[in-house]
């Protein structure tokens, strides 16, 4: 008989698991539920889950199997995953293995028979909470649960950032040379770029705004990436300082913050965060509505935007911030996925603005010289 386990809430509240993939050790993180019906394996190696529990809400999860064709990193950084059922047979003409199996061969814990959209329900209603896994059976006492609730995610972009220079040659012809400042980026935003022409340097977070401008980019590219921003200050100051050379910049989801805050607006911390592939966005330059891929626990404070700085998307369903246009810099950020994989790619065509602002800014640079 499979020995249960527990997962204990900040709040006092409790559900009891099963065990699969690796043996479970006792985990804290914060929990966080996805929305997403597919799109599993890219949610398992997205960097931007690093100390988190993640529910996934489809009450069915893997079942055409682990593809490694379809990781977003080649490590997987969050802490535990929670499901109503996995998939022990999976189906797929990619598969090559099941997810108990990745699981143990990572050492990451899995837990599965939860409840998982009555878990998500009580996120949703009580806000951001964190938890802890464990074997312990209850009741828990005080002292325990001031210690879930005390938890806190550090050094984030510094353990999910590659740890030197990888150079992503383009598909085809060479157009441009760009920078992605890597701050827990995902795969699909390099393949975005080099099949529209660009040559990709990609940069640990660490590298400083002086050696950027010394490579020349034609462009700037602010990736995605875990926990707060504001974490980040020597970061921000790096990013703060590269603003004033007036290269072409696209930022998304941390990227989006860490540009803002470097520019003077604040962010602050959501009731339970956007998560999953049906978030609806409003284009507000256009008033056309796109479904995108979204995974943030934080957000842009709309009334902290700087002079210059004008919101271009909202998001439908709670109205926050999405998206921001910088009108005294050629620079344009989103706090979704364009990539969006899995997921819509209503919103895929925002690459292609970067490569025109890119574009754009060349010419006017060559005029400038003649």
């Known amino acids: 008989m499979e020995k249960p386990v527990y997962l204990l809430l900040e709040n006092g509240d409790y559900f009891e698991g099963k065990s699969f993939g690796a043996p479970l050790r006792e985990v804290t993180g914060e929990v966080v539920f996805t929305t997403g019906m597919t799109g599993y394996l890219e949610t398992i190696t997205d960097p931007s889950y690093f100390g988190q529990i993640v529910v996934q809400t489809f009450p069915l999860i893997g079942n055409y199997g682990v593809i490694p064709q379809d990781f977003e990193n080649e490590e997987v950084y969050l802490s535990a995953y929670i499901v109503k059922e996995w998939c022990q047979e999976p189906s797929n003409f990619r598969c090559s293995g099941d997810l108990d199996t990745f699981f143990k061969e990572r050492n990451i814990p899995g837990v599965y028979g939860i409840d998982t959209r009555k878990l998500a329900k009580t996120i949703r209603e009580s806000g951001s ?45 060479e157009e441009f040379q760009i920078v992605l400042w890597d701050f827990g980026a995902k795969e699909n935003i390099i393949r975005e770029m080099t099949r529209r022409g660009c040559r990709v340097a990609d940069l640990p977070a660490g590298t400083t705004a002086e050696e950027i401008l010394k490579m ?35 930022g998304i989801c941390l990227g989006h913050q860490l540009l803002a805050i470097a520019k ?27 479904i995108s891929s979204q995974n943030h626990g934080y957000e842009v404070l709309r009334d902290t935007l700087p002079e210059g700085a004008e919101e271009t998307f909202i998001n439908v369903n709670d109205g926050t911030c999405e998206g ?21 790619k209503d919103t895929e065509e925002l690459f292609g603005r970067f490569i025109q602002m890119m574009r754009d800014y060349k010419k006017k640079e060559g005029a400038s010289c003649r």
């Open 324 to 344: 921001i246009t910088y009108h005294d810099m050629p620079a344009f950020t989103v706090q979704f996925h364009p990539e969006a994989c899995a997921g819509p």
């Open 216 to 250: 020349n980019p034609d462009g700037i590219m602010l990736s995605n990436g875990p926990g707060n921003p504001e974490d980040n200050p020597e970061i921000i100051e790096e990013i703060r300082k590269i603003t004033k050379a007036g290269k072409p910049m696209f």
């Open 129 to 173: 909470m964190n938890g802890w896994l464990t074997e312990v059976k209850p009741p828990y006492d005080a002292k325990k649960l001031e210690e879930v609730k005390n938890f806190h995610i550090t050094k984030a972009v510094e353990t999910v950032t590659p740890k030197k220079c990888e150079i992503k040659p383009a598909d085809e012809k």
């Open 264 to 290: 003077g607006a604040k962010t602050g911390k959501m009731k339970f965060g956007h998560r999953g592939a049906n978030q609806p966005v409003k284009d507000l330059t256009t008033g056309r509505v796109y």
